[in-house]
């Protein structure tokens, strides 16, 4: 089966890996899947024939075999883990807990987490923001408050490493170094785990290449 992967040219994030192809990267690393790249500048986003597959043009998409053509990060690493063993339980049970985790990171973990990013990045000069930033700050320590005292001393968030682990990672990586992470030592040492996984790095090292092209023109 062929894949080819839509993602930015010029990442807006520098190397770091947060753009949301990461995402799709490790799950295709993880399930041992190989892709091809379809690199896009910015302008190319708002093209037709980008439009086509994903009509916000946006990153990621996948087109895989058959024609089929997927867009939102989420739901293509849920149809890659559902089409191959690695990323989801057989256990009908653990399974359907690994897909709720999924939908956590991203619906109830990462939402404010990226608002407050925003916030600083667009409205660090208006005379709200001081005000307001404390606010925003208090809503993601309170979700990675009740994040840590799930994980507790658990490995990955319910039983063996699955794509609710790779999502919320994923999300996790948006605040590393920074003082909200530190406050939390079980949600840091559980990002050093999923970052130390092979696939991850492979991913990472693929992206970066992106990353390091675009820098040499």
């Known amino acids: 089966m062929t894949f080819t992967l839509s993602a930015f040219r010029d990442s807006p994030d520098r190397g770091r890996g947060l753009a949301r192809d990461m995402r799709v990267r490790w799950a295709l690393e ?22 086509e597959r994903n009509p916000f043009g946006q990153i990621p998409t996948l087109e895989c075999d058959g024609g089929l053509v997927l867009f939102e990060s989420g739901a293509i690493v849920l149809h890659l883990a559902s089409e191959r063993p690695g990323l989801l339980p057989a256990d009908a049970d653990a399974r359907a807990r690994a897909i709720a985790w999924m939908f956590a990171a991203l619906n109830t973990v990462e939402p404010p987490i990226w608002e407050r990013a925003m916030a600083q990045m667009t409205e660090a000069g208006e005379p709200w923001h001081t005000a307001r930033l404390p606010m925003l700050t208090e809503r993601v320590r309170r979700r990675l408050r009740q994040l840590a005292a799930h994980l507790d001393a658990k490995v990955w968030l319910d039983g063996a490493f699955s794509a609710g682990d790779l999502l919320m990672v994923s999300v996790l990586m948006r605040i590393e170094g920074s003082d909200l992470l530190d406050a939390e030592p079980a949600l840091a040492a559980y990002l050093a785990r999923g970052k130390a996984r092979p696939a991850f790095q492979r991913a990472f090292a693929a992206q970066y290449a992106v990353f390091e092209q675009s820098r040499s023109g």
């Open 30 to 51: 993880e399930l041992e899947l190989p892709y091809e790249e379809r690199l896009l500048t910015f302008a190319e986003l708002e093209k037709n024939a980008h439009l």
